[in-house]
């Protein structure tokens, strides 16, 4: 905390004790306080809503990658059956093993 230690925090509350008084310094305290929250509140707003924006740019990019992989995948069934020699028409006459002709 800023390298602040005891002794100095008890020379400050002197300090304040002297200048504010001591019938002020529980309002200046208590006003401190609430300040010192706010800040606090603050910067916890701020951090949430990085990691929000942090967790919104995964799932992005997780979606962009999903979308990726599903073009690559269509891509590659297209050139399967590209690749893939077209199929000789069947004659409902022709048994598998048989020679092809007249039965």
């Known amino acids: 905390m800023f390298g602040i230690g005891f ?3 008890l020379l400050l509350g002197v ?3 002297v200048v504010i ?3 002020r310094l529980p ?3 208590r006003t401190l ?3 010192i929250g706010g800040v606090k509140r603050g910067f916890a707003d701020i951090r949430r809503q990085v990691e929000d924006e942090l967790h919104l740019a995964e799932i992005r990019q997780e979606i962009d990658e999903s979308s990726a992989l599903r073009e690559i995948r269509e891509a590659s069934m297209s050139l399967q059956e590209i690749e ?3 199929e000789p028409p069947t004659d409902p006459r022709h048994w598998p093993g048989m020679p092809p002709g007249d039965a």
Do not use: K, S
């Open 7 to 9: 002794p100095e925090l």
């Open 84 to 86: 893939r020699p077209a």
């Open 15 to 17: 300090v304040a004790l």
């Open 33 to 35: 306080g609430e300040w």
């Open 21 to 23: 008084g001591p019938e």
């Open 27 to 29: 309002v200046v305290l």
